[in-house]
């Protein structure tokens, strides 16, 4: 079964600063990845997706990109943090019945 | 954007007792999905109803899909303690994994 590590955990950045989320996953190869955003009592949104080595798509217009330089790594980042930035971000991949995702334990942003 | 919400908002129930939360959405689906969320964790998936398919049952988990009402339920029977967190609908318009999320309904059961 497959396993994904998000690192750091939690995260305080000031307004300005830039911004790295990681993710990896194991147990699986050449996975579709995803990263959401929850914002304080929300739902998830999707952010960003990718199906391969060096392919993203974008879901929303935003302050943050992606890359997956890697199969299975996927990065978050930003040049220059916003407040609005902050939130919980969630990698996934797919998990192992049809249509289903599979979730890490997320990263805790908090912009001041 | 989020497709789904859930009704109601929080939930607080008494061990033992049943818990019903419902999710409604705007436009035809491939599938129907619920997570459930512990405080500051990562979302674990629970059940998947296709829109072909009107009932679906894991464990204590009963999950409903109504498409002409656009509506899904979930019901959790003999609710215990380790129940208690946010759950939320999921629905997916294609097998693409790209999921639309409501903003979750928050299940306290009390012991």
């Known amino acids: 079964s497959q396993t994904i590590h998000q690192w750091p955990a939690t995260l305080v950045q000031p307004v300005g600063s830039p911004l790295s989320l990681e993710c990896t996953v194991e147990?699986?190869?050449?996975?579709?990845l995803y990263w959401y955003r929850q914002a304080a009592g929300r739902g998830l949104q999707l952010l960003f997706y990718?199906?391969?080595?060096?392919?993203i798509s974008s879901e929303v217009p935003q302050n943050l990109s992606a890359s997956r330089p890697q199969d299975r790594q996927f990065i978050l980042s930003s040049k220059k943090l916003l407040l609005s930035d902050s939130g919980f971000y969630l990698c996934?991949?797919?998990?192992?019945?049809?249509?289903?995702?599979?979730f890490g334990e997320g990263s805790r942003l908090t912009v001041l | 954007s989020q497709q789904g919400e859930e009704d109601p908002q929080a939930l607080s129930i008494q061990e033992g007792e049943n818990a019903t939360m419902n999710c409604s959405y705007k436009?035809?689906?491939?599938?129907l999905q619920w997570y459930r969320q512990n405080s500051g964790r990562g979302l674990v998936h629970l059940i998947l109803?296709?829109?072909?398919?009107r009932e679906k049952h894991s464990g204590r988990l009963r999950v409903t899909l109504d498409t002409s009402k656009k509506s899904s339920s979930l019901l959790i029977t003999a609710s215990r303690a380790a129940d208690t967190a946010s759950y939320f609908c999921?629905?997916?318009?294609?097998?693409?994994?790209?999921?639309?999320f409501g903003a979750g309904t928050t299940v306290t059961v009390r012991a």
């Open positions: 999921a629905t997916a318009r294609s097998n693409d994994y790209k999921l639309s």
């Open positions: 147990g699986t190869s050449n996975p579709n």
């Open positions: 990718s199906v391969g080595i060096g392919q």
């Open positions: 436009t035809s689906i491939n599938n």
């Open positions: 109803i296709r829109s072909n398919e």
């Open positions: 996934a991949c797919p998990g192992q019945n049809t249509g289903e995702l599979f």
